[in-house]
T-cell receptor, first 112, second 118 residues
Framework: AQSVTQLDSHVSVSEGTPVLLRCNYSSSYSPSLFWYVQHPNKGLQLLLKYTSAATLVKGINGFEAEFKKSETSFHLTKPSAHMSDAAEYFCVVGDSGYALNFGKGTSLLVTP | GAVVSQHPSRVICKSGTSVKIECRSLDFQATTMFWYRQFPKKSLMLMATSNEGSKATYEQGVEKDKFLINHASLTLSTLTVTSAHPEDSSFYIC??????????????FGPGTRLTVT
């Protein structure tokens, strides 16, 4: 089975500073990777996805992620954090049967 | 487009009773629907995958007789928690994919249903 590991359960940044949320994947073939965001009491929203096209993937709200095969990583970044970015972020990998395997999540806190 | 709804958004039931949760794709035909469970401060755990007109495929450790899944139409899947107990209290989330998107793993998620069993 394909899996992802989110290296930080909590990340805290100041507003206006860069965001880095780390994710490593384990896959026996070229993976499909995603980042989802979940705001409190809201549904999951797709931020971006990698499906073997460009290794640098741009998503919504200024987020981007880079697929690095040599490092088996798919870290999520944003140049400047906003207060509204505070949420739970999930790194996700596609698995057999078109199912998705979620990482344990990283809680992003943005301080003024 | 690609909106998935869930009903109810919150439900409280007594221990021993059954509760049904609906998942609907509002503007597309969902050939495959997925049911996830999310514990507080935890990740989403895939419970089962259902294809329209077929029996659901359950993940290891998920009791199929307790969590009954029906996917009778291309726009509706239901999850029935039978003989609910307090440990079944959780946030249940469904997602759906269409024939054109399933191969790219693109799933559209519902807003979730908060189940509390007293």
């Amino acid at each position: 089975a394909q899996s992802v590991t989110q290296l930080d359960s909590h990340v805290s940044v100041s507003e206006g500073t860069p965001v880095l949320l780390r994710c490593n994947y384990s896959s026996s073939y070229s993976p499909s990777l995603f980042w989802y965001v979940q705001h409190p009491n809201k549904g999951l929203q797709l931020l971006l996805k990698y499906t073997s096209a460009a290794t640098l993937v741009k998503g919504i709200n200024g987020f981007e992620a880079e697929f690095k095969k040599s490092e088996t990583s798919f870290h999520l970044t944003k140049p400047s954090a906003h207060m509204s970015d505070a949420a739970e972020y999930f790194c996700v990998v596609g698995d057999s049967g078109y199912a998705l395997n979620f990482g344990k999540g990283t809680s992003l806190l943005v301080t003024p | 487009g690609a909106v998935v709804s869930q009903h109810p958004s919150r439900v409280i039931c007594k221990s021993g009773t059954s509760v049904k949760i609906e998942c609907r794709s509002l503007d597309f035909q969902a050939t495959t629907m997925f049911w996830y469970r999310q514990f507080p401060k935890k990740s989403l755990m895939l419970m089962a995958t259902s294809n329209e007109g077929s029996k659901a495929t359950y993940e290891q450790g998920v009791e199929k007789d307790k969590f009954l899944i029906n996917h009778a139409s291309l726009t509706l899947s239901t999850l029935t928690v039978t003989s609910a107990h307090p440990e079944d209290s959780s946030f249940y989330i469904c997602s759906a994919s269409s024939p054109g998107t399933s191969a790219s793993y693109e799933q559209y998620f519902g807003p979730g249903t908060r189940l509390t069993v007293t």
